[in-house]
């Protein structure tokens, strides 16, 4: 599966971004999907996951009651909404996908998009 990410740019702090992520083939539904950051500096970190059915959801303590993410499966696309955005949300994202059942927080996820990088003005 092919995995292009879209919608990052500059906000200001409190504002919102929602990134898009766009899956190619038809097994969209067999991956379980996830989107993780990357700061300057600093390593990568998972921000949240969505499981195959999108019932199960999972969330970094740093997004929790800011961000959310959804997915479609009939446009095979993964949103992250993200709200009341902080400088230190400052990253590259990326989104990924995984072959197993659980939504994991590790970088275990078999398929990468390239990244959109965020920026959060203070």
């Known amino acids: 599966v092919q995995l292009q990410a879209s919608g990052g740019g500059l906000v200001q702090a409190g504002g919102s971004l929602r990134l898009s992520c766009a899956a190619s083939?038809?097994?969209?539904?067999?991956?379980?999907m996830g989107w993780f950051r990357q700061a300057p500096g600093k390593e990568r970190e998972f921000v949240a996951g969505?499981?195959?059915?999108?019932?199960?959801?999972r969330l970094s303590d740093p997004v929790k009651g800011r961000f959310t993410i959804s997915r479609d499966g009939a446009k095979n696309t993964v949103a992250l909404q993200m709200n009341s955005l902080k400088p230190e949300d400052t990253a590259v994202y990326s989104c990924?996908?995984?072959?197993?059942?659980?939504?994991?927080?590790?970088?275990?996820?078999?398929?990468w998009g390239q990244g959109t990088l965020v920026t959060v003005s203070s």
């Open positions: 969505i499981s195959r059915s999108g019932i199960s959801t």
């Open positions: 083939g038809r097994t969209f539904e067999s991956y379980t």
């Open positions: 990924a996908a995984r072959r197993g059942l659980a939504v994991s927080t590790r970088t275990d996820y078999d398929y």
